[in-house]
């Protein structure tokens, strides 16, 4: 037994009633993701690779189905060609957004490699920025979305083409919006402009709550498969769901004018891609009871950690602030000797591209940067916030508490090593 066995049980003991609702949202989930499969007769032939130029790839054509109804939405791209989430929200606002559009962010600035991508501090070549798409950003009222200044800038300015929301925190120290907040914001922005496209950067959000953003007014979500969507199994790729019209459009920006969705083949199995999808619920409570546990642990050892253990949640992550740069350190450090890849390796901060501060990031896992494996990362600067997220099984979960308990309570002794 664990020198720490103890605290963690008593930890499980007092976070038993979340653990109850995380259960009944996965099975919630996994229903509507069974129907999906059921529905569409996914067959063992959908499996095959493809060469060439991918016409009648019917692997690629089914993923698309399945996704868009198990995501509650009207048609869905979904390609391992896609690099990340980054690229697939690119990819989306790039389709449908024109020179002289302008994007309203209701959530106040987008993630670090966005801003990038956007083009708000260096308009790199084929940002938004050089193609005349504008970004206006709305700040939080009071960790909440601001609506009256939404509603007013909408009113003012008839060149906003997209209500922008992101649902993850980023490297913001707030938590995720939740579905029902997205539901009265996409209300009340609906009650005077029809004309806008919703859109929510859905990464991490994905199977955490009931229902998706598009099963509530969103034209569009986008996300990562390496996250929630691909259940630990999906090697690489991104997905883009919503309004039918608003996917085609997307489709021409995917490959070109005219050939959109009907091109693009896949060597390799989809099938990781269809299981992945499959077990992205379970994955995702896994997750999710992984972070309730650490909430709770962090708490008993007084630290702030948001979402707090008793909240309601929307997305995968747990913040927690440090008092010290050292502490932010010996965590994520702890996190990655806890891991059944690289446990050997010793991360540092170092300059990431894309990211404005030094990051360090903790990631000994199967799939490179998969978040629903257990992974810790954070921007050095003040204050100093871990967000730590994933983890395959909830018994690693477990296992690494021990280990990033041990790391904390010895630093805080005046032992250095982990």
């Not at 698309?64 to 198990?70: G, L």
């Not at 050095?380 to 280990?403: F, S």
Request: hydrophobic residues 40%; proline residues 5%.
């Amino acid at each position: 037994m664990s020198l720490y066995s103890d605290t963690i049980e008593k930890a499980e003991s007092a976070v038993i009633s979340q653990f109850q609702a995380i259960d009944r949202i996965a099975l919630h989930c996994s229903r509507r993701v069974l129907r999906a499969f059921q529905t569409n007769g996914v067959s063992a032939r959908h499996f095959a690779p493809t060469e060439g130029y991918g016409y009648d790839d019917i692997g690629r054509d089914m993923l698309d189905r399945v996704f868009a109804d198990a995501l509650q939405a009207e048609d869905a791209l979904v390609r391992p060609q896609i690099a990340n989430g980054t690229h697939a929200i690119f990819l989306a606002l790039s389709g449908v957004l024109e020179p002289g559009d302008r994007i309203l962010s209701v959530t106040d600035l987008p993630y670090d490699t966005l801003q990038t991508a956007i083009g708000m501090n260096d308009a790199l070549a084929n940002s938004l920025t050089r193609f005349g798409i504008g970004l206006e950003c709305v700040p939080f009222e009071n960790g909440s979305i601001h609506m009256d200044r939404v509603i007013e800038r909408l009113k003012e300015d008839p060149s906003i083409r997209m209500v922008y929301a992101q649902r993850s925190r980023g490297y913001a120290w707030r938590n995720a919006i939740t579905i029902s907040e997205l539901e009265a914001c996409f209300t009340a922005v609906r009650a005077i402009r029809d004309d806008v496209i919703l859109f929510v950067d859905n990464c991490y959000g994905e199977f955490v709550e009931p229902d998706e953003p598009t099963a509530i007014g969103a034209d569009l979500i986008a996300g990562s498969l390496i996250k929630n969507c691909g259940g630990g199994i999906a090697p690489t790729g991104g997905y883009i769901a919503g309004r039918k019209d608003l996917i085609e459009r997307i489709s021409y920006r995917l490959t070109t004018p005219g050939s959109g969705r009907e091109v693009g083949s896949y060597a390799a199995s989809y099938r990781p891609f269809f299981q992945g999808l499959f077990l992205a619920p379970h994955t995702v409570s896994q997750c999710m009871k992984s972070a309730v546990l650490l909430a709770k642990l962090f708490e008993t050892l007084g630290y702030r950690s948001m979402p707090s253990s008793n909240a309601i949640r929307s997305d995968i992550i747990q913040s927690v602030e440090f008092d010290t740069e050292e502490e932010l350190v010996a965590f994520c450090k702890a996190v990655q000797s806890a891991a059944p890849i690289d446990s050997f390796v010793i991360p540092e901060p170092w300059e990431m591209p894309g990211y404005a501060d030094r990051v360090i990031m903790a990631a000994g896992a199967f799939v490179q940067g998969a978040t629903t494996e257990l992974s810790a990362d954070a921007p050095i600067r003040k204050p100093y916030i871990g967000y730590v997220q994933g983890a395959l099984t909830y018994e690693h979960a477990v296992l690494a508490a021990e280990t990033i308990l041990k790391a904390l309570i010895d630093l805080r002794s005046g032992k250095k090593e982990l």
